[in-house]
């Protein structure tokens, strides 16, 4: 039997003993951020959301061949419960995995991972660099510019949103609301 649930401290440690650079730190806090929100709005945990935002990409820097496999690996042996893992594997569905987001909060990380990367783009070619300048027009605006954050993965975002039932400027509004709540932690106030 589970005993043993993560809280934000063990979860943020982890990820520090696994992510040296700082762009991916913020990363994973802006998500964190954002899975707190969603679930807040959802009623659901909003701790466990958040613990499975901030390590979903723990593994990015130390295997990214095994993206998700190592993150797997590790969370086993710190004994974390398996839907908690399940839904760090779901992030990656058609990319570096073929768990497929089914739980609300699966589908929201999946959802959310890549938006997160467009909008902070977005707020660091502003002359501000600061997210509070950001509009959702401005997203949307870039959205449409392929290349511009070309690594972001428009169309796992779009499927996101279909699987959550949320218009694109709907789903823009929350994470970017989401991430202006934490703006200094992210660099970009």
């Known amino acids: 039997m589970q005993d043993y649930i993560p809280n934000r401290s063990d979860a943020f440690e982890l990820v520090k003993q696994y992510i040296k650079t700082d762009s991916l730190i913020k990363h994973a806090l802006a998500v964190e951020a954002v899975m707190r929100y969603y679930a807040k709005i959802h009623g659901e945990d909003e701790e466990k959301w958040g613990v499975i935002g901030l ?4 593994d990015w820097e130390v295997a990214p061949d095994r ?3 190592k993150t797997r690996e590790i969370l086993e042996v710190a004994n974390w419960p398996e839907d908690y893992i399940r839904a760090v594997e779901s992030h ?6 073929d768990v497929e987001p089914l739980s609300l909060l699966e589908k929201t990380l999946y959802t959310i991972d890549e938006l ?8 660091l070619v502003r002359p501000s660099k600061s997210i509070m300048d950001v509009k959702v027009k ?3 605006r870039t959205w449409k510019t392929k ?3 070309a690594g972001c993965h428009r169309e796992t975002i779009a499927k996101g949103a279909e699987m959550l039932g949320l ?3 709907e789903l823009i509004e929350g994470v970017l609301t989401a991430m202006q709540g934490i703006a200094d932690e992210l660099g970009l106030a």
């Open 55 to 58: 390590v979903h990409d723990m």
């Open 67 to 69: 993206h998700t496999i």
């Open 138 to 140: 401005s997203v949307k």
């Open 116 to 123: 997160t990367g467009l909008i902070t783009a977005t707020a």
């Open 167 to 169: 218009e694109r400027g």
């Open 92 to 97: 990656a569905f058609g990319s570096c995995t």
């Open 147 to 149: 290349n511009f954050a």
